[in-house]
């Protein structure tokens, strides 16, 4: 008797143990179109409303079984929904688009679909949205876009991805910056690069994902994880470094930070760029990737890392890789199945660039029709078209026996897995309260300002600075504040440092911010000419004419630059900025903050150093004005 009362006073607690870790299991479960199913105490969405739990709606089985019952579940059109990317931006009022518009613009008429047309006739669940609006409109926007999704046949939820949003200056990328936590990090990580703080990138990445999903993102196209080993590109300033090794610890850093690592966690996806690393552009710039120094593999270093690391897709890039194909890498066998698939063993989501269908369909690709470019980048290994909203092509090159169903489902289920791994199939929804708080919080600001202090790199110091916040009349011996001339900053910044005036000759010390280039080279525009603009340099040399000693910030904000030496004669101090506020700048100039940061590239001395160079060798310009690493602290 005792026996059994024991056997029974186990096995209780082994049920109570039992329904206690399942009761841990128990996502967070929200619908509201779609009803919930209870099964054995436990809450499930019935997606489809057939009033049974399909595997893809039981969240206690493996990813990859539930994508499987899915795609099986799918018409022709919903699976070719899933391979567009197209963008739908947040208006700044919330208010949700109701019907397509055509509207009249220099090209032409344009015609923006609604979001019922994207998401409910065409099956599109793959967005970019790289609009802006206050957090609790964006937050509900994103909820009103995940109830139309959760009303179609399936129930298949979105996924928004945007461009980065976590610059300081309302000059990123995306614009709005103000809505978000405020880094170095513009339009790339060149800034947090020049730290060398991997717990601080952690850190970029874990806020970049809880801002995100607090407004309902998900997916960063990014990081950017081009080496620049050639200075005049036109989108270096995207990228971490010219060091393909730097690059790749950063960038897992990030996602280390960032990522998913379980369905009901805050993390978010990435989608590295530019495959297959698009820095070595032939003179700098224009349509080809070019490998005079045979150095292909050095620019693949971060592309392994981050896959290793838990990149869950990548972006093809435009370029063709000249020597290896005659096709822009999007349509390149070679690129995609070879290189990517085959040597490299990556699983995820391949997307190409945005207008890779159009404009950028040059040398083999400009002949072909657009159901021909769908087919040639399906075939070469692409998964997803960034900017398209036509699936109807590749729906009818399935009927047409020119793609196969079979290859569609290989895309769709990698695809697929991403809203699995977000565990958007139980919860799309986000609280549009909390949202404002989250992305104002104190502690983001302040880890984002301290990001911004590491990330400024000292070029020079004739032993001025710091300069004193305080000076000492000469002639009266009394304190007084120190007279301060700006150029390029904000005054009523700069005054909570000292006494602005209008007149360097009456000041104690002139700050003038400068942008170093004026812009890089786009796609078929050839390398930028980097020389620091003459201009620029005329407006220093007038101030620091008048004998007061000057301080130079000088944005990258583009391209890299060539620095003349003339500045460095004329000025008390020099720094390199990657996009920074101007409070932070003034606080390493007064001293409140001793300057550690270090050049995450090297600085040619002459554009003919520049010229000489191979495309993708790293480091390899003739006695660089400042070498990689560089930096000074007082």
């Given at each position: ?241 010219e060091d393909a090794h730097l690059t790749a610890e ?170 699995f791994m977000l565990g958007l199939f139980e919860n ?207």
């Open positions: 008797m005792r026996r059994r009362l024991l056997v029974a006073f186990f096995v209780g607690l082994l049920l109570c143990a039992s329904v206690s870790v399942l009761a841990q299991e128990q996502p967070v479960v929200e619908s509201r179109v779609k009803p919930i199913l209870e099964i054995d105490g436990l809450l499930f969405r019935d997606l489809n409303a057939n009033g049974e739990l399909d595997p893809y709606e039981d969240w206690r089985l493996p990813i990859d079984e539930r994508v499987d019952n899915l795609v099986s579940l799918m018409t022709l059109e919903e699976k070719a929904g899933q391979m567009v990317h197209p963008n739908i931006t947040v208006p700044l009022d919330g208010v949700v688009q109701k019907e397509d518009i055509i509207t009249q613009t220099q090209r032409g008429e344009r015609l923006s679909y609604s979001p019922y047309t994207l998401i409910v006739d065409k099956h599109i669940t793959n967005i970019l949205n790289n609009g802006v609006a206050p957090p609790a409109t964006f937050a509900a926007w994103s909820n009103a876009l995940q109830e139309i999704a959760e009303g179609t046949r399936l129930g298949i939820p979105i996924v928004f991805s945007t461009d980065p949003r976590h610059g300081a200056t309302l000059g990123a990328h995306v614009r709005g910056t103000q809505y978000f936590s405020q880094w170095p990090s513009r339009e790339g990580q060149y800034g947090l690069a020049a730290t060398r703080n991997l717990d601080l990138v952690r850190e970029f990445g874990r806020v970049v994902a809880k801002e995100y999903r607090a407004v309902g993102l998900h997916m960063i196209l990014g990081p950017q994880i081009d080496v620049t080993t050639d200075p005049r590109w036109g989108r270096n300033a995207g990228c971490w470094s950063m960038t897992v850093a990030f996602l280390d930070g960032a990522k998913v690592k379980d369905p009901k966690d805050e993390g978010i996806l990435a989608m590295v760029k530019h495959w297959p690393g698009s820095g070595p552009h032939e003179d700098g710039g224009g349509y080809y990737l070019v490998y005079p120094g045979d150095n292909l593999d050095y620019h693949l270093i971060p592309f392994e890392a981050a896959f290793q690391a838990g990149a869950t897709a990548t972006m093809s890039y435009y370029s063709v890789m000249k020597d290896y194909d005659t096709v822009p890498i999007s349509y390149s066998d070679f690129a995609v199945n070879q290189l990517l698939r085959d040597k490299l063993q990556f699983d995820g989501v391949v997307c190409t660039d945005w207008g890779v269908l159009g404009f950028a369909a040059y040398d083999d690709a400009a002949e072909l029709d657009i159901a021909g470019r769908y087919a040639m980048c399906i075939n070469a290994g692409v998964d997803q078209f960034g900017a398209q909203t036509d699936p109807e092509v590749i729906v009818q090159l399935v009927r047409d026996g020119v793609i196969s169903e079979d290859r569609i489902n290989e895309s769709v289920k990698r695809i697929l897995r991403q809203p799309p929804y986000v609280d549009t309260m909390a949202a404002a708080n989250i992305l104002q919080s104190a502690e983001h600001q302040a880890l984002g300002y301290q990001a911004q202090l590491e990330s400024i790199v000292m070029l020079s110091n004739d032993g001025t600075l710091p300069f004193a916040e305080v000076r000492i009349d000469a002639e009266t011996g009394a304190a007084r504040k120190t007279r301060i001339f700006v150029s390029g900053m904000e005054p009523k910044i700069a005054s909570l440092y000292g006494e602005i005036v209008d007149d360097p000759t009456e000041a104690d010390i002139a700050i003038m911010r400068v942008a170093a280039v004026s812009g890089g080279g786009g796609m078929g525009d050839g390398g930028s000419d980097i020389k620091f603009p003459a201009e620029t340099m005329a407006l220093i040399s007038a101030v620091a004419g008048t004998g007061v000693p000057t301080v130079v910030g000088i944005d990258i904000s583009s391209s890299l630059v060539v620095l003349p030496e003339e500045l460095f004669e004329q000025s008390a101090g020099t720094f390199v900025l990657f996009d920074v506020l101007d409070n932070a700048l003034l606080d390493v100039v007064f001293g409140r903050f001793n300057p550690v940061g270090r050049l995450p590239f090297e600085l040619p001395s002459s554009m003919e150093a520049v010229e000489a160079q191979l495309e993708d060798v790293p480091f390899d310009t003739v006695d660089p004005l400042f070498e990689y690493g560089f930096g000074l602290s007082y």
